[in-house]
């Protein structure tokens, strides 16, 4: 997952010496930014499904409670996913907040007796992600 690699590498080059001093300062930075865009893949390839059931069940294609098996999907997906540090962690979280719990705000407004899990519950399993698997924290 491009985003938490590239900026991997590009704390393992500016903490390291030889390397900062082979590569420079600037390749470093150049890839930690490369690394802000690959977040917007992320978004898209973690949580499209789960907008695209938003999307459907607004247009009566998808019953409401594929959204939420959605969501439950892509959470168990990403559950075990360790980001590079905790900018990173704090970047691609806020980012698939900013995609998904407004989406999923106006879905439960519309169908919010048929699905468990409130605006406020995907809320807080995005914000549990990227801490890696439990007791390896």
Do not use: C
């Not at 970047?91 to 698939?96: D, I, N, T």
């Amino acid at each position: 997952f491009l985003a938490n690699n590239t900026q991997y590498v590009a704390n393992k080059v500016a903490g390291s010496g030889k390397l900062r001093g082979i590569l420079g300062d600037g390749w470093a930075e150049a890839q930690s930014a490369k690394a802000r865009a690959h977040v917007g893949v992320y978004v898209r390839a973690a949580w499209g499904k789960v907008m695209a059931a938003i999307a459907g069940a607004g247009a009566g294609a998808e019953p409401p409670e594929a959204v939420e098996q959605a969501v439950m999907e892509a959470v168990a997906m990403q559950e075990q996913w360790v980001a590079a540090d905790e900018e990173t962690a704090q970047a691609l979280r806020a980012a698939a907040t900013a995609a998904v719990v407004p989406r999923y705000r106006m879905f439960y407004r519309r169908y919010g007796a048929a699905v468990r899990l409130t605006p406020g519950d995907v809320t807080t399993m995005i914000a549990a992600l990227f801490a890696g698997p439990p007791g390896d924290v």
